[in-house]
Nanobody, 123 residues
Framework: VQLQASGGGLVQAGGSLRLSCTDSRRTFSNNGVGWFRQAPGKEREFVAAISWRGDRTLYGDAVTGRFTISRDNAKNTVALEMNSLKPEDTAVYYC?????????????????WGKGTLVTVSS
């Protein structure tokens, strides 16, 4: 599994961004996938996770109702749709493939991590 997150950028508060996570080796279709973020000076935070079939999703409290995670295994992609963005959403966002077919809130349950993509939300 070799993951790459993309789609970050600068957006105004209230705006939207769509992040994508792809596996260049096309092998994570059997893994749960999660998104985490880390803001400067803060600990890594769970954002969202999705099961291998896409039928189970989890969200962090800070993003519930604003972010949506989805996956297309045929395209080997997991997306994170982010709406109603706030300045406090500013962080580097990482995608990760879980050790199991199901995602979780615990970063220790993830085996493979991609390089992050920076999201900056201006006020």
């Amino acid at each position: 599994v070799q993951l790459q997150a993309s789609g970050g950028g600068l957006v105004q508060a209230g705006g939207s961004l769509r992040l994508s996570c792809t596996d260049s080796r096309r092998t994570f279709s059997n893994n749960g996938v999660g998104w985490f973020r880390q803001a400067p000076g803060k600990e890594r935070e769970f954002v969202a996770a999705i099961s291998w079939r896409g039928d189970r999703t989890l969200y962090g409290d800070a993003v519930t109702g604003r972010f949506t995670i989805s996956r297309d295994n045929a395209k080997n992609t997991v997306a994170l749709e982010m709406n109603s963005l706030k300045p406090e959403d500013t962080a580097v966002y990482y995608c990760a493939a879980a050790r199991s077919p199901f995602g979780s809130r615990d970063g220790a349950d993830y085996r493979y991590w991609g390089k992050g993509t920076l999201v900056t939300v201006s006020s």
